[in-house]
């Protein structure tokens, strides 16, 4: 999964593909910007920030937003972009299973299209720790906005697993859900059956 991002962040292949510093900001961020914003959830963590496009949306919201992401490529261009657009975001580079940060620190969690990067055997105890490790660095009471590709399993997509709502739910078991629904994000993919579950959770 590491070496994908790192490739597809890499300087050769930003080249290639302007699509990929050009994209606008998920439909999701402009969602979930709204949600913090109504219910006062202003200190976030982007999980699996990327190049930090929907970071710096949700700092343009008004928010104050830490991005992480295990790609060092990727953490690269969302520093540049920072000094660039003179963005007050921070970044750092951590895999999302062990964040680096400390109980409580985040009053919000925004995660768009992590959890189904994991795949093999391994899949469903890398989604725990991640799950998990989103729990302990979120406050009480703290909102995690959380989507996953959805789909039948069995059918997949080259290096991502699909959801069913039934996994979803299974997976959120132990969060208060507020909302859950399904809905179309085609991002920087240009593919019009790019689904995802989307769900905003409390803890």
Same mark, same amino acid.
């Given at each position: 999964m590491?070496?994908?991002w790192?490739?597809?962040?890499s300087?050769?292949n930003?080249?290639k593909d302007q699509r990929?510093?050009a994209?606008p900001?998920s439909?999701?961020?402009?969602?979930a910007?709204?949600?913090?914003l109504k219910?006062?959830?202003?200190?976030?963590?982007?999980?699996?920030?990327?190049?930090?496009?929907?970071t710096?949306h949700l700092?343009?919201r008004?928010?104050s937003?830490?991005?992480?992401?295990?790609?060092?490529?990727?953490s690269?261009v969302a520093?540049? =972009?920072?000094?660039?657009?003179? $963005?007050?975001?921070?970044f750092? !580079?951590?895999? +999302? /299973?062990?964040l680096?940060?400390?109980? #409580?620190l985040?009053?919000?969690?925004y995660?768009?299209?992590?959890?189904?990067?994991f =795949?093999?055997?391994?899949?469903? $105890?890398?989604v725990?720790?991640? !799950?998990?490790? +989103? /729990?302990?660095?979120?406050?009480?009471? #703290?909102v995690?906005?959380?989507?996953?590709l959805?789909?039948?399993?069995?059918?997949?997509?080259?290096?991502?697993q699909?959801?069913?709502?039934?996994?979803?739910?299974?997976?959120m078991a132990?969060w208060?859900?507020?909302?859950?629904?399904?809905?179309?994000?085609i991002?920087?993919?240009?593919?019009?059956?790019?689904?995802?579950?989307?769900g905003?959770?409390?803890?």
């Amino acid at each position: 999964m590491l070496t994908r991002w790192d490739e597809w962040y890499s300087d050769d292949n930003l080249r290639k593909d302007q699509r990929i510093l050009a994209a606008p900001p998920s439909r999701c961020a402009e969602i979930a910007a709204t949600e913090f914003l109504k219910r006062g959830k202003r200190r976030l963590l982007d999980l699996a920030c990327g190049v930090g496009r929907d970071t710096f949306h949700l700092e343009k919201r008004g928010l104050s937003v830490t991005g992480v992401d295990a790609s060092l490529n990727g953490s690269r261009v969302a520093h540049a =972009t920072r000094s660039a657009l003179q $963005a007050n975001a921070h970044f750092a !580079v951590a895999d +999302a /299973r062990h964040l680096p940060f400390a109980n #409580g620190l985040f009053d919000g969690i925004y995660c768009f299209g992590l959890l189904h990067e994991f =795949t093999g055997g391994h899949r469903e $105890a890398d989604v725990e720790k991640v !799950v998990s490790e +989103a /729990r302990r660095v979120l406050s009480d009471r #703290g909102v995690l906005v959380l989507t996953v590709l959805a789909g039948n399993p069995q059918d997949g997509l080259p290096a991502v697993q699909l959801f069913t709502r039934q996994m979803f739910e299974q997976m959120m078991a132990d969060w208060h859900p507020i909302e859950l629904k399904q809905f179309d994000d085609i991002g920087c993919t240009d593919r019009a059956d790019y689904s995802i579950w989307y769900g905003l959770f409390e803890k």
